[in-house]
Antibody, heavy 119, light 106 residues
Framework: EVQLVQSGAEVKKPGESLRISCKGSGYSFTSYWITWVRQMPGKGLEWIGRIDPSDSYTNYSPSFHGHVTISTDKSSGTAYLQWSSLEASDTAMYYC????????????WGQGTLVTVSP | EIVMTQSPATLSVSPGERATLSCRASQSVSSNLAWYQQKPGQAPRLLIYGASTRATGIPARFSGSGSGTEFTLTISSLQSEDFAVYYCQQYNNWYTFGQGTKLEIK
C-alpha cells in the first residue's frame, strides 16, 4: 500500500528556520516525483514545487521560488520542504503528494503538516 | 502560468439532486484536468483525472467532461457525504488549481 506520512505540526517564530518531512512507503521512492502543496487557512490549494528523487531535480512555482527548498534523502525515502527564514504568511497546511505510474495527476496524499508562524 | 477559474464559488443543492460544477483554463490543457474533493480537516481526494476518468473507488455518480479550456464535474444524485469543496487542477504545464467550489446543502 502506498503511503505518504508527514511530520507533525510545528509552531515557529518569524525568522526561524524549519524543515518538514514526507516519508514514502509501499513503492519505489525514486521512481515518482514528490509534489508539495500549500493550503493557507480557509483558502485553496497552491502548487509549491516538485522533486524527482532519483536525481533531486526540482521545479518550483514562481510564487515560491527562492523562498522554500525541496530536497530528498533517497536512503530513507523521505522528501523535505524547508524554509531558512519563516514569515507569518507561511502559516498554512502543507501537503506532499505523489502521482500515478501512468499519469502526473496527484493521487496519493500525505495527511498534511500544519505550520504556524507567530511572534 | 495557466489560470484555472471555477464557478460558482458556492453551489447550494438538495440531496438527491444533480450538481454541475464548472472549470475554465486560461489556455488549453488538453485533457490533463483533474477534480478533487476536500472535506474539512482532510487531504484532497482525487475524483477524476484525464478530464473524464474516475479514480479508483470513486462512485459512478461522479462524472467529468470537457477538453481544452472548458470542463465540467457532474454529481448525478447528491449524497450527504458529497457536500464538500471541489477543486479542479490542470497538470498539462506543471500544476495549477482552481480556487474551489463549495457544495453546500440547500
Amino acid at each position: 500500500e502506498v503511503q505518504l506520512v508527514q511530520s507533525g505540526a510545528e509552531v515557529k517564530k518569524p525568522g526561524e528556520s524549519l524543515r518538514i518531512s514526507c516519508k514514502g512507503s509501499g513503492y519505489s521512492f525514486t521512481s515518482y516525483w514528490i509534489t508539495w502543496v500549500r493550503q493557507m487557512p480557509g483558502k485553496g490549494l497552491e502548487w509549491i514545487g516538485r522533486i524527482d528523487p532519483s536525481d533531486s531535480y526540482t521545479n518550483y512555482s514562481p510564487s515560491f521560488h527562492g523562498h522554500v527548498t525541496i530536497s530528498t534523502d533517497k536512503s530513507s525515502g523521505t522528501a523535505y520542504l524547508q524554509w531558512s527564514s519563516l514569515e507569518a504568511s507561511d502559516t498554512a497546511m502543507y501537503y506532499c503528494a505523489r502521482h500515478y505510474p501512468w499519469d502526473l495527476v496527484l493521487v496519493y496524499w500525505g495527511q498534511g503538516t500544519l505550520v504556524t508562524v507567530s511572534p | 502560468e495557466i489560470v484555472m477559474t471555477q464557478s460558482p464559488a458556492t453551489l447550494s443543492v438538495s440531496p438527491g439532486e444533480r450538481a454541475t460544477l464548472s472549470c475554465r483554463a486560461s489556455q488549453s490543457v488538453s485533457s490533463n484536468l483533474a477534480w478533487y474533493q476536500q472535506k474539512p480537516g482532510q487531504a484532497p481526494r482525487l475524483l477524476i483525472y484525464g478530464a473524464s476518468t474516475r479514480a479508483t473507488g470513486i462512485p459512478a455518480r461522479f462524472s467529468g467532461s470537457g477538453s481544452g479550456t472548458e470542463f465540467t464535474l457532474t454529481i448525478s444524485s447528491l449524497q450527504s457525504e458529497d457536500f464538500a469543496v471541489y477543486y479542479c487542477q490542470q497538470y498539462n504545464n506543471w500544476y495549477t488549481f482552481g480556487q474551489g467550489t463549495k457544495l453546500e446543502i440547500k
